[in-house]
């Protein structure tokens, strides 16, 4: 069986052919231009390259409530020509297979849950800081959704006494999780690229101290058994600890939750977890098409 | 059909006697004393007047997850004699009916979502703000849950400015929503009780901007359809207008919610929507036990 998989970007898209375990066989990158002409590459790409189902991973705002009539569509971003654009209705049109639609940090989040960190886990909760902030959260193999799929990256924090940043978030200034430690926020702050701060810089002490607070806030919202960061950010190994350390802290034995370095991890797979999870959300679109 | 609910609260036990659609016949209130007195004076009660099943809404931290050794127990209350005590292991052996067991919270969150504002949603968000503050989130007619259940009146919020209040909370002092706005919080701002406060008193504006905050993040989180305010400090009509308000200005039209009217509500049951809730519980975990 062949399965193919889409994570749609705001730069690229990395359309790739794989297997049913989410193993990746090829792969080639599209540029992100205009839907008319970024979709015909990707459907080429397909044609000539013949799968069985598709999974998306795309950026967003997206629909994904599968009982509203703008489902599969990307919804109200300001990139041009991708407001109110038909996604999946072009794929299916296009293909004729079954397609699954999720967002790009939901994939990701699946490929944790089911064959990184979050193995034999029943409640994953995966949280993404990098360019921006965003979480997936996976019951027993489901993502929850209400009304649409959750932005937590937008959460309100408590500002840290002596952190005196402006902000990133466009929408909540200094307000929210993403305006005040996503990647942007960080270089802003420093005034160079997160990569060049020191790991002992005050800066990744912020960062951790919301990382924190969003960790006791999904805690007690969701009670998930495991919280999985992934994203740029993250890759400055030491930021886990001192979530972990100002995490307890707040919670402060409050409720229960498990041992707190199963807890609160990075994630397993390495950065291509996103184009995993479509193949495995792909073969899972299949069976239930079936 | 006969049905037995019971609100388990830390002052009195309620125990109902209803019909299937969640009617109360009659009720007895019985004082929470140690557990083994109590108790015995509760089955007492439905020996008494025979049920097919029972729904209890219990005081916590409970044990909700069925999965768990320690399921149907209160776990780590102060409250003398209760600590680790197993209620429906009790209710069971002396009953020997289907028990369902929940919080006190969710038991009305459920009757809201089933027959109060919530009627037709299949997401509902379910506050409570009286004495503490909590949550439920029913979806489709299933609480969410992970390792156990939600603490959502818990999470960390932003001290408004001007806001010195040193917070009431044992846990979290001033950090979160219950240490902030719940009826204890107010009354020692004010040196009065919340009843006795001004429509306009600048407290208000304080538990109107918590109770904001908390509506962004669950909205964030959870998308739900509908969120419903119940609970004593919300007996002030003026509040939900304030929290709508300053909720729009929290989100700043970062995601798309329901008209905000009918959007963030007060309850549409009474306050006897616990034992209401109780006994539709008691009818949905018969039919599941069938």
Redesign the interface.
């Known amino acids: 069986m062949k399965i193919g998989a889409i994570e749609a970007g705001g730069t690229k898209f990395v359309c790739a052919i794989g297997d049913e375990k989410g193993n990746v066989e090829q792969q080639v990158r599209i540029p992100t231009t205009e839907p008319g002409e970024t979709m015909e590459s990707v459907t080429d790409f397909f044609l000539a390259n013949e799968v069985d189902a598709i999974g998306v991973g795309s950026f967003g ?1 997206i629909d994904v409530n599968k009982n509203s009539k703008t489902y599969g569509y990307i919804t ?1 971003t300001p990139k041009p020509g991708w407001k109110d654009y038909n996604m999946v209705g072009f794929l299916k049109q296009k293909l004729n297979i079954p397609v699954s639609f999720t967002t790009d940090v939901n994939v990701a989040g699946y490929a944790e849950a089911m064959q990184g960190a979050g193995v034999g886990k ?2 994953v909760l995966y949280w993404t800081i990098g360019t921006g902030v965003g979480a997936g959260y996976i ?1 027993n193999g489901e993502f ?16 840290v006494k002596g952190d005196n940043y402006k902000g990133k978030c466009p ?2 200034a200094n ?1 929210c999780f993403e305006g005040l430690a996503a990647g942007p926020a960080i270089e802003e702050r420093a005034g160079k690229k997160a990569i060049e701060l020191a790991s002992d810089d005050p800066i990744w002490d912020y960062v951790a101290d919301y990382a924190a ?1 969003a960790c ?3 805690t ?6 495991i919280i999985i960061f992934g994203g740029g950010v993250i890759h400055q190994e030491h930021l886990i600890k001192k979530i972990r350390v100002k995490f307890e802290k ?1 919670l ?7 041992d707190i370095d199963k807890y609160i991890v990075r994630i397993a797979l390495d950065d291509d977890a996103g184009i995993k999870g479509a193949l495995l959300l792909a073969v899972k679109e299949l069976a239930e098409s079936k």
Chains 1, 2 share one sequence.
């Not at 402060?252 to 498990?258: E, L, R």
């Open positions: 705002p109200s029943s409640n019951q929850l959704q209400g009304i649409s799929h959750p932005e937590m990256g937008h959460i309100l924090l408590r500002q929408y909540h307000q607070q006791v806030n999904a007690l919202f969701l009670r998930p058994d707040y402060n034995g409050y409720v229960t939750t498990p």
